[in-house]
């Protein structure tokens, strides 16, 4: 019999349009600070029904920036999620903020809501909750505790909120991450959106080393960074929100297939469905073993058959960095820890076919011995 390829975790779309793109640019001449880049921007803003996007080079980049637009500063502190990508956490410390963490809400994943206010003291100045895995934070309630919100959106395009605002779209500043596994890709890069024309500016001047967009070539009124996306990734991402909705579709349609293929599998918990009106915008499919279960072994297992999976994710405060930084330790964040410990991600992307997400589904019941 022969070997059947190994089913990859993640795989980015993309094509003929993407190259065309590519070398369109290449031709120009003009590799950045062309037009590409308002162009994505003003694209990817309309398409969120927000006012202004700002590219920058990174999620993470993003996010920096972004705090510091919301006047995150030495000393403060920034309430948010323990189960996320590192990213969100370490960003507030780029300012010598610190990363204040409350629990998460067990069925949706998200920061509570409640755990979060409980967080608040007098030196917090920023909510930074997470979209986790697509699912929309309550927003609602966090702009019902008064204070400024940054949204960490890296896991979120196409996420709607129960009032039918997209993800992103509420004004706040939010941010989205377009490394390849995300729902688009530029390679690398990200966006911050914002109903706000000042961020929009200090924004736009701090990802360019703190020029302002009307000054000359060597003047310079505050501190920046090179953040900056490149002409080459804007026109990747303007050619991939071209086929964003496919896009979105594609993996809508996974996670439908899967949900049916694992369905009755016992104590194997499946990603919430959308309830109250909040529809997911699918990033990731995560699965949460049954209690009991050793994990590493068995991702262990499904690898040896040819399926690729991780545990995801694991909890921030626990990670060495955070331990010894903070003293964070074990049963801290009782919720987040008993998800981190029991979460895997499947492979998971549009071009998944029938037969994978079969073979997908039949080597964990398997593995499962269910
Ligand atoms: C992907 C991601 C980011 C940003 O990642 P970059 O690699 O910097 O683009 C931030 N937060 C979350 C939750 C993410 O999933």
Same mark, same amino acid.
């Given at each position: 019999?022969?070997?059947?390829?190994?089913?990859?975790?993640?795989?980015?779309?993309?094509?003929? @349009?993407?190259?065309? #793109?590519?070398?369109?640019?290449?031709? +120009?001449?003009?590799?950045?600070?062309?037009?590409?880049? @308002?162009?994505?921007?003003?694209?990817?803003?309309?398409?969120?029904?927000?006012?202004?996007?700002?590219?920058?080079?990174?999620?993470?980049?993003?996010?920096?920036?972004?705090?510091?637009?919301?006047?995150?500063?030495?000393?403060?502190?920034?309430?948010?999620?323990?189960?996320?990508?590192?990213?969100?956490?370490?960003? @507030?410390?780029?300012?010598?903020?610190?990363?204040?963490?409350?629990?998460?809400?067990?069925?949706?994943?998200?920061?509570?809501?409640?755990?979060?206010?409980? #967080?608040?003291?007098?030196?917090?100045?920023?909510?930074?909750?997470?979209?986790?895995?697509?699912?929309?934070?309550?927003?609602?309630?966090?702009?019902?505790?008064?204070?400024?919100?940054?949204?960490?959106?890296?896991?979120?395009?196409?996420? =709607?909120?129960?009032? !039918?605002?997209?993800?992103?779209?509420?004004?706040?500043?939010?941010?989205?991450?377009?490394?390849?596994?995300?729902?688009?890709?530029?390679?690398?890069?990200?966006?911050?959106?914002?109903?706000?024309?000042?961020?929009?500016?200090?924004?736009?001047?701090?990802?360019?080393?703190?020029?302002?967009?009307?000054?000359?070539?060597?003047?310079?009124?505050?501190?920046?960074?090179?953040?900056?996306?490149?002409?080459?990734?804007?026109?990747?991402?303007?050619?991939?929100?071209?086929?964003?909705?496919?896009?979105?579709?594609? !993996?809508?349609?996974?996670?439908?297939?899967?949900?049916?293929?694992?369905?009755?599998?016992?104590?194997?918990?499946?990603?919430?469905?959308? +309830?109250?009106?909040?529809?997911?915008?699918?990033?990731?499919?995560? =699965?949460?073993?049954?209690?009991?279960?050793?994990?590493?072994?068995?991702?262990?297992?499904?690898?040896?058959?040819?399926?690729?999976?991780?545990?995801?994710?694991?909890?921030?405060?626990?990670?060495?960095?955070?331990?010894?930084?903070?003293?964070? !330790?074990?049963?801290?964040?009782?919720?987040?820890?008993?998800?981190?410990?029991?979460?895997?991600?499947?492979?998971?992307?549009?071009?998944?076919?029938?037969?994978?997400?079969? !073979?997908?589904?039949?080597?964990?019941?398997?593995?499962?011995?269910?």
């Amino acid at each position: 019999m022969p070997e059947q390829e190994e089913v990859p975790l993640a795989r980015p779309v993309l094509g003929e @349009p993407e190259e065309a #793109a590519v070398i369109e640019v290449l031709r +120009s001449g003009q590799l950045s600070l062309g037009p590409r880049v @308002p162009a994505f921007e003003q694209a990817f803003a309309a398409r969120l029904g927000v006012p202004h996007a700002c590219a920058v080079s990174s999620g993470t980049a993003g996010l920096h920036l972004a705090l510091r637009a919301a006047g995150v500063r030495d000393g403060d502190e920034v309430v948010t999620s323990p189960f996320s990508f590192p990213a969100s956490a370490n960003a @507030p410390l780029f300012e010598r903020a610190r990363p204040v963490f409350a629990d998460i809400d067990p069925h949706t994943l998200n920061l509570d809501p409640a755990a979060a206010a409980a #967080a608040i003291t007098d030196r917090t100045t920023a909510l930074l909750p997470i979209h986790i895995f697509g699912y929309p934070a309550d927003l609602p309630a966090f702009e019902a505790l008064g204070l400024p919100i940054v949204e960490d959106a890296c896991e979120a395009l196409g996420a =709607v909120h129960a009032d !039918r605002t997209p993800v992103g779209g509420r004004g706040h500043p939010a941010v989205f991450g377009f490394y390849a596994n995300k729902q688009l890709t530029t390679g690398e890069g990200g966006m911050v959106t914002t109903a706000d024309a000042a961020i929009k500016a200090q924004i736009d001047s701090e990802r360019n080393q703190g020029r302002a967009a009307d000054m000359g070539w060597l003047d310079f009124d505050r501190l920046g960074f090179n953040y900056r996306l490149s002409d080459i990734a804007c026109a990747i991402g303007l050619a991939q929100l071209d086929r964003l909705d496919a896009m979105l579709a594609g !993996r809508a349609r996974v996670a439908a297939r899967y949900r049916e293929a694992l369905a009755g599998i016992e104590g194997l918990e499946l990603p919430c469905e959308d +309830s109250g009106g909040n529809v997911r915008g699918w990033f990731v499919f995560v =699965v949460q073993l049954p209690r009991g279960t050793d994990r590493d072994a068995t991702i262990g297992a499904l690898r040896e058959r040819g399926v690729q999976s991780k545990p995801y994710l694991p909890a921030i405060h626990l990670m060495t960095f955070y331990r010894e930084s903070f003293g964070h !330790r074990e049963g801290d964040f009782p919720v987040c820890e008993d998800v981190a410990a029991r979460s895997v991600a499947l492979p998971f992307f549009p071009e998944l076919t029938e037969g994978q997400i079969e !073979r997908v589904a039949t080597t964990l019941r398997h593995v499962l011995g269910r």
